[in-house]
């Protein structure tokens, strides 16, 4: 399985981005996806994930959506009102286990990851 994250870029302060991942190969429809981001110094911290149902880490309700077209094989992040907080790398992960989780152990494959820099 794998999964090619994109979209990240360089924008200022109240911008929006959407972040898309391509999965190939498994069975996407079966995967949770999720999108986990890391800042510089920082561990890995989850933002959303959807599978039957969908969650998000507080700082991103509101702002951040995420989802998922499956006859693309692709899962979304549509990032809106973006902070200079919000500044990271943003990995996509796809996780064998129904159940949707908010931790990195929780999810089998993982994306390259794609860098979101935001300016004040």
């Known amino acids: 399985v794998q999964l090619q994250a994109s979209g990240g870029g360089l924008v200022q302060a109240g911008d929006s981005l959407r972040l898309s991942c391509a999965v190939s190969g498994g069975t996407f429809s079966s995967y949770v996806m999720g999108w986990f981001r890391q800042a510089p110094g920082k561990e890995r911290e989850f933002v959303a994930a959807t599978g039957v149902t969908t969650s998000y880490v507080d700082p991103a309700k509101g702002r951040f959506t995420i989802s998922r077209d499956e006859a693309k094989n692709t899962v979304y992040l549509q990032m809106n009102s973006l902070k200079p907080e919000d500044t990271a790398v943003y990995y996509c992960?796809?996780?064998?286990?129904?159940?949707?989780?908010?931790?990195?152990?929780?999810?089998?494959?993982w994306g390259q990851g794609t860098q979101v820099t935001v300016s004040s």
């Open positions: 992960a796809a996780g064998r286990n129904p159940v949707v989780g908010s931790r990195p152990s929780s999810y089998n494959y």
